[in-house]
């Protein structure tokens, strides 16, 4: 959300969207839209996260877990900057910027073949790693104090510190997701 904020997009819209948090037609119906009519209870037409996010920014979260199919739609949209909803046969002409995420290794997905190198390479243009936090445990003082302070101020609390125990305890666990 920074980026778009930054960018001459900030002004438009940001639209997030949890790909894993859908199943492959769901995903689709959420992305392109459709139109009334077009499957059982599209009761009446629907934009899309794309149309959504003209002139703004498009945030596809959990990349990584897009089916190889809908990876090949998406590819044609990134390709033709033209998106038609599900069940039409007009092309509509959008303008967005594309930021992705994942937690995966899509160079490792590729080789499996759950993910397509074409798609990968058009979505990879410039590629922000950010280790986590098992990696970088030296941020985790900032991060322990900002917690403190959110905690306080969320509950009308005053924090004076943390124990030993527990601060152990955080620089020891092995975060094997992220915060």
Same mark, same amino acid.
Request: aromatic share 10%; with cysteine.
């Given at each position: $959300?920074? %980026?778009?904020?930054?960018?001459?997009r900030?002004?438009? *819209?940001?639209?997030?969207?949890?790909?894993?948090?859908?199943?492959?037609?769901?995903?689709?119906?959420?992305?392109? +839209?459709?139109?009334?009519?077009?499957?059982? !209870?599209?009761?009446?037409?629907?934009q899309?996260?794309?149309?959504?996010?003209?002139n !703004?920014?498009?945030?596809?979260?959990?990349? +990584? @877990?897009i089916?190889?199919?809908?990876?090949?739609?998406l590819?044609r949209?990134?390709?033709? $900057?033209?998106?038609?909803?599900?069940?039409?046969n %007009?092309?509509?002409? /959008? @303008?967005?910027?594309l930021?992705?995420?994942?937690n995966k290794?899509?160079?490792? &997905?590729?080789?499996?073949?759950?993910?397509?190198? @074409?798609?990968?390479?058009? /979505?990879s243009?410039?590629?922000?790693?950010?280790?986590s936090?098992?990696?970088? $445990?030296?941020?985790? @003082?900032?991060l322990? &104090?900002?917690?403190?302070?959110k *905690?306080?101020?969320?509950?009308?609390? $005053?924090? /004076? +510190? %943390?124990?030993?125990?527990?601060?152990?305890?955080?620089?020891?666990y !092995?975060?094997? !997701?992220?915060?």
């Amino acid at each position: $959300k920074y %980026i778009h904020l930054c960018s001459k997009r900030g002004n438009n *819209s940001f639209v997030p969207v949890n790909c894993s948090s859908y199943t492959e037609t769901l995903l689709e119906s959420e992305l392109f +839209g459709y139109e009334q009519g077009s499957f059982t !209870g599209a009761v009446k037409a629907r934009q899309g996260r794309f149309e959504t996010a003209n002139n !703004g920014s498009l945030f596809l979260d959990e990349v +990584g @877990d897009i089916d190889l199919r809908t990876q090949v739609k998406l590819l044609r949209v990134l390709e033709t $900057k033209k998106v038609s909803r599900l069940g039409s046969n %007009i092309e509509r002409l /959008i @303008d967005f910027r594309l930021i992705s995420a994942t937690n995966k290794d899509l160079i490792r &997905e590729i080789m499996q073949n759950n993910f397509r190198e @074409d798609f990968f390479y058009r /979505i990879s243009s410039i590629t922000i790693r950010v280790p986590s936090i098992k990696e970088r $445990k030296e941020d985790l @003082d900032r991060l322990i &104090e900002y917690f403190l302070k959110k *905690s306080q101020e969320e509950n009308n609390i $005053k924090i /004076i +510190g %943390i124990d030993d125990e527990p601060k152990n305890f955080l620089y020891s666990y !092995g975060y094997p !997701g992220n915060i």
